[in-house]
């Protein structure tokens, strides 16, 4: 089973932030929390990926809780090209394996 | 970042036949490679885990007899679907652990379509 939840849509305007939540109360000390998006009949594409600190590149923002029990990836200024279904992803240690989860379908308006 | 190919892009098969698809790693090695499934406005479920010169380890319910993995070189792993089904068409995407924190890339999958 899926080790995250999602909401399972949102939607955002053109030109603002999108905040995705992910909850991942089971996540163990060494577990990575991965960010993937799917556009519509792709393979998922990697955004982002942390452990326990904030992290930023260039496609988005990840914050994690202290407790580490939630997150949430937070696109800065969405355009109509981000929307897709945005997994979040808790990473099986030992096996690398992904369980993947409903993800969120974002809608970005124009 | 690291870039995955799948072939072929789509396939049309009749039902009873069997349907190999490719998944390389093109620009880098890959031990690991995973194979998922995708239903339509479903989530990609995994199907079995591939690693290169050993015999794949398949998840819950996934009949390996049926679906037959091959890891022959370290940017090559294959899944062929044997005596396929209208059930068994699908989206199929493959991803290999690559990059500086082993993370997954996903290669553009397979639809399937069996007739």
């Known amino acids: 089973d899926a080790k995250t939840t999602q909401p399972p849509s949102m939607d955002c305007a053109e030109g603002r932030a999108a905040n995705l939540p992910c909850n991942h109360s089971?996540?163990?000390?060494?577990?990575?929390v991965y960010w993937y998006r799917q556009i519509h009949s792709q393979g998922p594409q990697y955004i982002i990926h942390g452990l326990k600190n904030n992290e930023t590149n260039e496609m988005a923002s990840l914050i994690i809780t202290e407790d580490r029990k939630s997150s949430t990836l937070i696109l800065p200024h969405a355009t109509l090209r981000d929307t897709a279904v945005y997994y979040c992803?808790?990473?099986?240690?030992?096996?690398?394996?992904?369980?993947f989860g409903t993800g969120t379908r974002l809608k970005v308006l124009a | 970042g690291a870039v995955v190919s799948q072939h072929p892009s789509w396939v049309i098969c009749k039902s009873g036949t069997s349907v190999k698809i490719e998944c390389r790693s093109l620009d880098f090695q890959a031990t690991t490679m995973f194979w998922y499934r995708q239903f339509p406005k479903q989530s990609l479920m995994l199907m079995a885990t591939s690693n290169e010169g050993s015999k794949a380890t398949y998840e819950q319910g996934v009949e390996k007899d049926k679906f037959l993995i091959n890891h022959a070189s370290l940017t090559l792993s294959t899944l062929t679907v044997t005596s396929a089904h209208p059930e068994d068409s699908s989206f199929y995407i493959c991803?290999?652990?690559?990059?500086?924190?082993?993370?997954?890339?996903f290669g553009p999958g397979t639809r399937l379509t069996v007739t």
């Open positions: 992803i808790v990473r099986d240690s030992g096996t690398y394996k992904y369980i």
């Open positions: 089971t996540i163990s000390g060494n577990e990575y």
């Open positions: 991803s290999a652990i690559a990059g500086r924190w082993d993370e997954q890339y």
